[in-house]
């Protein structure tokens, strides 16, 4: 198997990310009022996920970001 670099391994988690995003966004989005409150949410779950993977590929940034939860 090929060795990949950190920065490819980054890309292919935020790249399979996007695609449950967007299943979430679409379900949400199609459930009508009643679900809509959760979106706020989700979307705080969403940023708050990609900040600490953002953070664990960047070695510097990890403690401080992992301080901060």
């Given at each position: 198997?090929?060795?990949r ?5 980054q ?17 949400l ?9 959760i ?10 996920g990609?900040?600490l993977?953002l953070?664990a ?10 301080a901060?939860f």
């Open positions: 198997m090929k060795k670099g950190r920065i490819q391994r890309l292919i988690v935020f790249s399979s990310m996007a695609g449950g995003v967007s299943d979430l966004a679409g379900g989005w199609k459930g009508g009022g009643a679900k809509r409150w979106a706020p949410l989700a979307i705080f779950l969403c940023l708050t990609a900040l993977v953070a590929g960047v070695e510097a940034l990890a403690p401080f970001i992992y901060i």
